[in-house]
């Protein structure tokens, strides 16, 4: 058995039984989803919620494939889509090692641009049986010349900015992980003067941790993805990269709070690392 729970803590649950096809998965929808460059599923056959089901809200983001997320946190949930028979779970939301491993990368040929694949892992262009590829898009994004854009899955938000971010960074603490349901958050740092939302700022949903000096989360009330968030007095907006439609304009500093990192994930590149937040 193992568990787990959102960023807010309302909605808890346990797995159990067979937990197989842990994957990092690169397709756009799960990248603006999550707001991070990949996310990483694996299938459990045993899954309850114990708490807060009533905050789960669901999100169709394909023919027959089902998301869920937090209505308080915006945290990605676990979701079933063959009638509960399986659940597929984002490992970032877990509380236990489940004592699986990642066994490939899938949907490779949507990768970001803005990440290298370092390890030795299977590389698939798609999931499951056969050799067809099929890559996962979001619609043909709006762009904007000299500016980087983003949105969310659904298309409700939208937003952009000018010039290169202050910096980005891969961060692997636990609230980033619960957060974003993934391995790490990777976010851009952009200042609120080259920023400007271009569609539904209304649309979008703050939650800030009440434990945290700074800590909360930005996301679409329709489809639950991750949205840029200002620490409020800053003039800064922490962008989660997955959120974009082409590269940031920035390269990644690093891993912070490695020591806070999942059990089920090793970053393999040359980047420096950290154990908390450097000084």
């Excluded at 851009?188 to 941790?209: C, M, P």
Aim: glycine share 10%; net charge negative.
């Amino acid at each position: 058995m193992a568990n787990g729970s959102c960023l807010c803590g309302k909605v808890t649950f346990k797995i159990g039984g067979d937990m197989d096809d842990m994957s990092h998965c690169h397709c756009s929808m799960c990248r603006k989803i999550h707001g991070s460059l990949f996310a990483t599923y694996f299938n459990v056959s045993e899954f309850e919620f114990t708490a807060g089901s009533e905050l789960v809200q669901s999100y169709v983001s394909a023919e027959g494939f089902n998301r869920a997320f937090c209505q308080d946190c915006g945290s990605v949930l676990p979701a079933s889509n063959d009638g509960g028979e399986h659940h597929s779970v984002p490992a970032g939301l877990l509380d236990d090692d489940p004592g699986v491993r990642p066994a490939s990368h899938i949907f490779t040929e949507s990768k970001s641009d803005a990440y290298s694949i370092h390890d030795d892992l299977p590389q698939h262009t798609h999931y499951g049986d056969g050799d067809a590829s099929r890559v996962v898009s979001t619609p043909e994004p709006v762009l904007s010349e000299g500016q980087v854009t983003g949105g969310c899955q659904c298309g409700d938000v939208a937003f952009e900015y000018s010039g290169a971010p202050k910096f980005m960074m891969n961060c692997h603490c636990t609230r980033c992980r619960k957060v974003k349901g993934a391995a790490h958050a990777t976010n851009a740092f952009v200042s609120t003067d080259n920023f400007r939302w271009t569609k539904g700022e209304a649309d979008v949903a703050n939650y800030d941790l009440p434990e945290a000096e700074r800590f909360g989360h930005a996301f679409c009330k329709n489809c639950g993805s991750s949205m840029p968030r200002e620490s409020a007095g800053s003039g800064i907006l922490n962008v989660p990269v997955g959120s974009l439609n082409s590269e940031p304009g920035v390269e990644a500093k690093g891993h912070i709070f490695i020591g806070s990192k999942a059990p089920w994930f090793e970053p393999t590149d040359d980047l420096p690392q950290w154990d908390e937040m450097p000084s």
